[in-house]
């Protein structure tokens, strides 16, 4: 009988191509699972979104970047293009129907086509809290960012999914949205991409359009960075960092790299993801998935 390491030299030996020697034209061409493709992101001067825009253009798309802070959008923009990149920098709020309409439309003038729409831009205030006590401002300005913003790129973006004979729609969801949650103007909005997301899947597959959304745990973008990892929160930690530190041990792999979910999002928008739609993809290390209450 074969031993084990016996059997995968075995694997290797028979299995092994020949090193190829190949120029970076080459290289592009082979990594181009978006080649051709053209997307807005929405949010993209900063966490997911930039990563995520960073690694559409390296797999070959034309990315429009919409975002508000005119700063980090064109340096995102400068960056990508020193890459060899093609990018754009539109100034967008993305709350306000004529500012996206706008993006849209710029969008399209630019590079001729619209594939893939990636609404990322979104997030929570702090004042976010028990439904008797919540300001009706903050109720409003939660559902604006995380559920009217994703609706109103929808709206003017989809005619163009049709138009190009089909696209990928990536919403963003977010692990607080599959359950409950004790932020309810955050949890509503992000529940409600979930049926939102769906709700696209059905009505436009005849379009050949896919409409899928990611659910992501605690991502280490800038912003989460500032609030989890700062150096006064840590040498004096409060009853709500000594639960973020319980929650990392049961659940270990629910934190990581805006490059992870990056990851996720590049598959969505490529043809490799050509049998979902309607789906939301929890990557939240598995706290929407199941209870644990004490680390092994």
């Known amino acids: 009988m074969f031993s084990g390491v016996y059997a995968l030299k075995s694997y290797i030996a028979l299995h ?30 900063a966490g997911i ?28 923009e400068a960056e990508i293009r020193a890459s060899g990149g093609e990018a754009i920098f539109i100034k967008t709020d993305v709350t306000q129907d004529e500012s996206v309409r706008n993006a849209v439309a710029a969008t399209v003038k630019a590079y001729g086509r619209l594939d893939v729409i990636m609404n990322c831009a979104g997030g929570s205030l702090q ?23 994703p609706f109103l790129c929808c709206r003017y973006g989809i005619p163009h999914l049709i138009d190009a004979g089909g696209g990928s729609i990536i919403n963003f969801a977010s692990h607080l949205g599959l359950k409950g949650s004790e932020r309810p103007a955050y949890a509503a909005s992000k529940g409600g991409i ?16 896919r409409a899928n959304a990611i659910a992501p745990g605690l991502v280490r973008t800038e912003r989460s960075i500032k609030r989890w990892e700062n150096k ?34 590049v598959f969505l928008a490529s043809d490799e993801s050509h049998m979902l739609t309607g789906t939301t993809i929890a990557a939240d290390g598995g706290r929407s998935s199941y209870i644990k209450v004490m680390a092994e």
């Not at 930039?50 to 690694?55: E, L």
């Not at 929160?233 to 990581?256: E, M, R, T």
């Open 16 to 45: 092994t191509l020949p090193v190829l020697k190949v120029t970076s034209q080459e290289i592009r061409k082979i990594m181009g699972r978006m080649e051709g493709k053209v997307a807005f992101l929405t949010g993209a001067g």
């Open 49 to 76: 979104a930039k990563a995520t825009a960073i690694a559409f253009a390296r797999e070959g798309a034309r990315v429009a970047l919409f975002e508000l802070n005119v700063e980090t959008g064109r340096s995102l």
């Open 127 to 149: 004042e976010d809290v028990p439904v008797h006590k919540m300001d009706l401002d903050v109720w409003h300005r939660t559902i604006a960012l995380n559920l009217l913003h």
């Open 194 to 209: 979930v049926s939102f997301t769906q709700t696209l899947a059905a009505q436009y597959a005849g379009h050949g359009i």
């Open 232 to 265: 006064e929160l840590v040498d004096n930690p409060d009853s709500h960092y000594l639960s973020h530190l319980a929650q990392l041990k049961l659940y270990p792999f629910s934190i990581g790299e805006p490059e992870h979910i990056a990851a996720i999002a």
